[in-house]
Structure formats: C-alpha cells, structure tokens
C-alpha cells in the first residue's frame, strides 16, 4: 500500500512539474521564433553561390530552378531544386558547414519532359546579389527583419523573394537578384 502511495505521489510530481514546463515554454515561444528568425541571415556561413556549387557538382548536367534558405530544426539549410530532360533533383544542404542533409531524384512527367519547361523554369545565376544583401534591402523596403529566402524566376526574371516580419505583420518582398532593384513589396 505505502509503495503504491509512493507511486501515485510521484507520478503527480512529475506530471505537474511537466506541465509547469511546457506552460512555461509556450508562453516564451513566441519570442523565441522571433528571435531565432532574427539570426537566420547571421548563422548562416554558407553562400547561395557555394549552395549552387555543392547542387552542381552532385548534379551537373541540370538546371537549377529553385533556391530556399530556411530554418529547420537542424539549424539554417539551403533546398536547392533542379530538373534535366527526364528527371527533377533536390539537395538540402547544412548552410553553416556545407554539409549534404538530403538529396533526392524523381521523375518528371510527361509534361514537364519538354525542352520549353526547362529553359522557362531555369534561373539566371548570373551575378546573383547575396542572401546578405537581399536581406538588406528587404527590411529597409519593408520594415522588418527578413525570416525566409527563395529564389525564384517569374516571367523571365530571376528574382529574390525575401519574408520580412515586424510583430505580427509579414510582408513579402521581390528583389531582382542581379540588380537588387525592389519589383514588389505586398502583405503576405
């Protein structure tokens, strides 16, 4: 009877101070998210460029159509998407020590297996502005901190799409990535 008391006494113990804990952490997980999106564009060591390099010399003969930088909970990684002929490839890569986390292959439809697609949906790679920079010039057009990355093509351009957060308003920014020059600002 006592080791059954002593039992159910500490299984309480133990649910309360669980539920102190997770109440704590979510009052705090606010700012925490906000903290830690303020510091994506700080952590990260690995340039977009050196991000299309690793993509390249896993994949050579592709074209790249997608860029993101984001974070996860591995820390800030790169997802670099391409295409050839037959196939669409990803690489995610570790954007603090250029390490490989995934890569993947699949293919394409029959849609999608022409030559137009590839060429329509290819990036321009040319003189890209850097993370940094594009980071830069989206929180001065939107008055925030820049929490998310992508680089995208639209119409024949190549363009930085940058999330800016201020408290609870987020907003969307469309950098051209050659010259930096501000396309779109809208609410997301």
């Known amino acids: 009877m006592?080791?059954?008391?002593f039992l159910t006494i500490t299984v309480a113990i133990f649910m309360f101070v669980l539920?102190?804990?997770?109440?704590?952490?979510?009052?705090d997980s606010a700012s925490n998210k906000t903290k830690s999106e303020?510091?994506?564009?700080?952590?990260?060591k690995v340039s977009a460029n050196d991000a299309i390099n690793i993509y390249q010399k896993k994949y050579p003969k592709t074209d790249i159509t997608s860029l993101e930088l984001e974070k996860s909970f591995r820390g800030?990684?790169?997802k670099v998407e391409g295409i050839d002929e037959l196939r669409e490839y990803q690489v995610t890569i570790n954007a603090k020590n250029k390490k490989i986390i995934q890569n993947s292959e699949?293919?394409?439809?029959?849609?999608?297996?022409?030559?137009?697609?590839?060429k329509n949906e290819s990036l321009d790679l040319n003189k890209l502005i850097s993370v940094k920079k594009a980071a830069t010039i989206a929180e001065n057009a939107a008055k925030g901190?820049?929490?998310?990355?992508n680089?995208?093509?639209?119409?024949g351009t190549t363009y930085w799409e940058v999330k800016v957060k201020n408290g609870s308003?987020?907003?969307?920014?469309?950098?051209?990535a050659q010259s930096g020059k501000v396309l779109k600002v809208e609410n997301d």
């Open 76 to 78: 800030p990684v790169y």
């Open 2 to 5: 006592m080791k059954k008391r």
């Open 169 to 176: 308003h987020e907003k969307e920014v469309k950098i051209n």
């Open 38 to 44: 303020k510091v994506l564009k700080n952590t990260i």
């Open 151 to 155: 680089l995208e093509k639209d119409l």
């Open 106 to 118: 699949e293919e394409l439809d029959e849609e999608d297996q022409n030559e137009t697609t590839r």
């Open 19 to 27: 539920l102190v804990g997770c109440s704590t952490n979510g009052a």
């Open 145 to 149: 901190d820049s929490t998310e990355f």
